[in-house]
């Protein structure tokens, strides 16, 4: 299942184990801590954890009888173990029989940065599994909009979207920025100029905004940009390099003959990423990537061998780029 769908599980019972696996760490800790707040007790006594780079072999043993210790005055324990990746060989001489076996009384959790070779612990008897993994862009704004109601808050879909956006769909940022909203507003009614004032915009973000000004032609909105970046730390190299990279970026998925879901499977990303990407080097074009791509490449080693400085290499590059276009 989806961590989304995880709170109205856990309101149809305990489960006895739970596998909560993916990269999205504010997932795997919220995952954490909704299963404590619904059935713990007494945590000092009823709560053990382990490291499962630790457990190898008849170590897993130690991990085996905490589950199986009575709870102190509760109904159940909890034992989580993270970072756990048995061989199959060691799930059949020491899991299986636990979970074949698994007592009333206990609680596993297993947390998993990623998913490594060896036991397929998602597909064992009584294992409970949830996806922590990077939730795409709507996701994250339907939590957003949900997470705001709930506060008494109400928030546009759009502006929802928006904030998703600022965030770059990055969960644990997504949630300080939502929470720093509903410490502002209190309740009523949240407006995109709200949004756009408080919460902080990723310099990735930042630099996808620079580039959708490029396609558009928009120096004005540029400049803006651009001049706010420098104002919270960045430098014309770090400018440089950030539309270096996503001017390659664009080429490189422009230019793929697979589709968005493949591309997208064959380098890391999401498909909404992917189709924002080819949706805007189809603004830019192709032949203007290149030029741009080799250019800003060029730019870049000029500063580091001393023949230009940092801000004349950005001025010509946006002076080639706005005004130099084919």
């Given at each position: 299942?989806?961590?989304?769908?995880?709170?109205?599980?856990?309101?149809?019972?305990?489960?006895?184990?739970?596998?909560?696996?993916?990269?999205?760490?504010?997932?795997?800790?919220?995952?954490?801590e909704?299963?404590?707040?619904?059935?713990?007790?007494?945590?000092e006594?009823?709560?053990?954890?382990f490291?499962?780079?630790?457990?190898?072999?008849?170590?897993?043993?130690?991990?085996?009888?905490?589950?199986?210790?009575?709870?102190?005055?509760?109904?159940?324990?909890?034992?989580?173990?993270?970072?756990?990746?048995?061989?199959?060989?060691?799930?059949?001489?020491?899991?299986?029989?636990?979970?074949e076996?698994?007592?009333?009384?206990?609680?596993?959790?297993?947390?998993?940065?990623?998913?490594?070779?060896?036991?397929?612990?998602?597909?064992?008897?009584?294992?409970?599994?949830?996806?922590?993994?990077?939730?795409?862009?709507?996701?994250?704004a339907?939590?957003?909009?949900?997470?705001?109601?709930?506060?008494?808050i109400?928030?546009?879909?759009?502006?929802?979207?928006?904030?998703?956006?600022?965030?770059?769909?990055?969960?644990?940022?997504?949630?300080?920025?939502?929470?720093?909203?509903?410490?502002?507003?209190?309740?009523?009614?949240?407006?995109?100029?709200?949004?756009?004032?408080?919460?902080?915009k990723?310099?990735?973000?930042?630099?996808y905004?620079?580039?959708?000004?490029?396609?558009?032609?928009?120096?004005?909105?540029?400049?803006?940009?651009?001049?706010?970046?420098?104002?919270?730390?960045?430098?014309?190299?770090?400018?440089?390099?950030?539309?270096?990279s996503?001017f390659?970026?664009?080429?490189?998925?422009?230019?793929?003959?697979?589709?968005?879901?493949?591309?997208?499977r064959?380098?890391?990303?999401?498909?909404?990423?992917?189709?924002?990407?080819?949706?805007?080097?189809?603004?830019?074009?192709?032949?203007?990537?290149?030029?741009?791509?080799?250019?800003?490449?060029?730019?870049?080693?000029?500063?580091?061998?001393?023949a230009?400085?940092?801000?004349?290499?950005?001025?010509?590059?946006?002076?080639?780029?706005?005004?130099?276009?084919?």
């Amino acid at each position: 299942m989806k961590f989304t769908e995880l709170k109205d599980n856990i309101a149809a019972g305990a489960a006895k184990v739970y596998l909560f696996e993916g990269e999205d760490a504010y997932f795997r800790k919220r995952a954490e801590e909704m299963v404590k707040e619904a059935f713990l007790t007494l945590p000092e006594l009823n709560f053990s954890s382990f490291e499962g780079e630790n457990l190898r072999g008849a170590a897993i043993g130690g991990l085996v009888s905490a589950v199986r210790n009575y709870p102190f005055m509760a109904e159940r324990r909890i034992v989580r173990v993270t970072d756990f990746h048995p061989t199959e060989s060691e799930f059949e001489n020491y899991l299986k029989p636990l979970f074949e076996d698994f007592p009333d009384t206990a609680i596993l959790m297993i947390v998993n940065r990623e998913s490594k070779r060896g036991a397929d612990l998602k597909r064992k008897k009584c294992v409970t599994y949830v996806d922590c993994g990077k939730a795409d862009a709507e996701t994250v704004a339907r939590w957003i909009y949900i997470t705001l109601k709930r506060a008494q808050i109400s928030c546009s879909a759009a502006t929802c979207a928006s904030i998703a956006d600022y965030c770059l769909a990055d969960m644990s940022r997504v949630s300080v920025e939502v929470r720093k909203l509903i410490d502002y507003k209190g309740s009523g009614v949240l407006t995109q100029e709200e949004a756009d004032d408080l919460v902080y915009k990723d310099a990735d973000y930042r630099i996808y905004e620079m580039t959708g000004a490029i396609a558009r032609g928009d120096h004005g909105t540029y400049i803006l940009v651009s001049s706010d970046l420098k104002s919270k730390g960045s430098d014309e190299i770090s400018i440089l390099n950030g539309l270096f990279s996503h001017f390659r970026n664009l080429l490189s998925a422009s230019s793929s003959p697979l589709s968005d879901a493949a591309y997208a499977r064959e380098n890391g990303m999401k498909e909404y990423a992917v189709k924002m990407n080819r949706r805007q080097a189809a603004a830019v074009g192709e032949k203007n990537l290149a030029a741009w791509t080799g250019m800003l490449y060029d730019a870049l080693s000029d500063i580091k061998s001393g023949a230009m400085t940092p801000a004349s290499a950005l001025q010509i590059c946006e002076n080639s780029i706005f005004f130099g276009r084919k």
